[in-house]
């Protein structure tokens, strides 16, 4: 799986948009970005997918660069719950259940 | 449904002893994997099972055995514990391994200390 690249922290406003950037240069034509998020002391929680096309559920969007090297995850609106470390992930779609976690972004929602 | 369940929540161990964790899950999930997580750091695949009878390794498995007798088990056994054993232990499935639709799920952990 590609090695993926992100910031070790950020802080965030309630209420605004929180911005989380993701690195992956090397990703390949068949390997999809994940994204999970880990509230504390919690198993990590899915949150979104994508290929090539950006993407929107509930939770979040995810905004995939043209050349895919690089996407940011979307939280619109965050709230303090939403404080936890994200993972941004890239994995080939026949990967199995073998997710390869890096040290992901802690995000801090301040009031 | 209650998901993925594991148990204990805590452990203590002293050097030497075994124990077995056990994960469950009742939403008919083919994969199961289980993960450590040491302090400060991302998760560590240990082991994966992609069936019931079919498990393989993965990128932490020594000082840990996993069975699959079951689709709804997968329990994970240290055989002689060692204080760099001490982590954080989540347990996973999902559906399928295949395809974009691959979310997976995972349990509330099982904090081990290994004296």
């Known amino acids: 799986d590609a090695k993926t690249t992100q910031p070790p922290s950020m802080d965030c406003a309630e209420g605004r948009a929180a911005n989380l950037p993701c690195n992956h240069s090397?990703?390949?034509?068949?390997?999809?970005v994940y994204w999970y998020r880990q509230i504390h002391s919690q198993g990590p929680q899915y949150i979104i997918h994508?290929?090539?096309n950006n993407e929107t559920n509930e939770m979040a969007s995810l905004i995939i660069t043209e050349d895919r090297k690089s996407s940011t995850l979307i939280l619109p609106h965050a709230t303090l719950r939403d404080t936890a470390v994200y993972y941004c992930?890239?994995?080939?779609?026949?990967?199995?259940?073998?997710?390869?976690f890096g040290g992901g972004t802690r995000v801090l929602v301040k009031p | 449904n209650a998901g993925v369940t594991q148990t204990p929540k805590f452990q203590v161990l002293k050097t030497g002893q075994s124990m077995t964790l056990q994960c469950a899950q009742d939403m008919n999930h083919e994969y199961m994997s289980w993960y450590r997580q040491d302090p400060g750091m991302g998760l560590r695949l240990i082991h994966y099972?992609?069936?019931?009878?079919?498990?393989d390794q993965g990128e932490v498995p020594n000082g840990y055995n996993v069975s699959r007798s079951t689709t709804e088990d997968f329990p994970l056994r240290l055989l002689s514990a060692a204080p760099s054993q001490t982590s954080v232990y989540f347990c996973a499935s999902s559906y399928s391994g295949t395809g974009d639709t691959d979310t997976q799920y995972f349990g509330p952990g099982t904090r081990l200390t290994v004296l």
């Open positions: 992930i890239v994995r080939v779609e026949a990967a199995g259940n073998k997710l390869t």
């Open positions: 099972s992609v069936g019931a009878g079919i498990t």
């Open positions: 090397t990703i390949s034509g068949n390997e999809y």
């Open positions: 994508g290929l090539k």
